[in-house]
Nanobody, 125 residues
Framework: QVQLVESGGGSVQAGGSLKLSCASS????????MGWFRQAPGKEREGIAL????????YYADSVKGRFTASQDNAKNTVYLQMNSLKPEDTAMYSC??????????????????WGQGTQVTVSS
């Protein structure tokens, strides 16, 4: 069983920045993919970032590309999501997820093995 714990959420004004963390209770192997997702009230969950192959590859949804950056600290078993130029529409509950045993990579539709509890991000105009 792997536990994922997110932190770093909060309230910020539009144009501001936040950095989310997702700490894993187990080592993040190179064959593990980490994903960041968000869900706003009344909306479907949206995949926004992927990081895998030990942090060497990342992928971003168009909605956050150029503003958000995912990174990984293997020594701390932690992945991060640096969020810049935040907009009110970024307001959501942000969660991280983990899937093991990826072969050719992962995508937002992968069968994620573990999820964190989420951290709230609120961006005011």
């Amino acid at each position: 069983q792997v536990q994922l714990v997110e932190s770093g959420g909060g309230s910020v004004q539009a144009g501001g920045s936040l950095k989310l963390s997702c700490a894993s209770s187990s080592y993040i192997y190179s064959t593990t993919c980490m994903g960041w997702f968000r869900q706003a009230p009344g909306k479907e969950r949206e995949g926004i970032a992927l990081i895998y192959y030990g942090g060497s590859l990342t992928y971003y949804a168009d909605s956050v590309k150029g503003r958000f950056t995912a990174s990984q600290d293997n020594a701390k078993n932690t992945v991060y999501l640096q969020m810049n130029s935040l907009k009110p529409e970024d307001t959501a509950m942000y969660s991280c997820a983990l899937v093991k045993g990826i072969g050719n990579g992962c995508d937002f539709g992968s069968r994620w093995d573990y999820w964190g509890q989420g951290t709230q991000v609120t961006v005011s105009s």
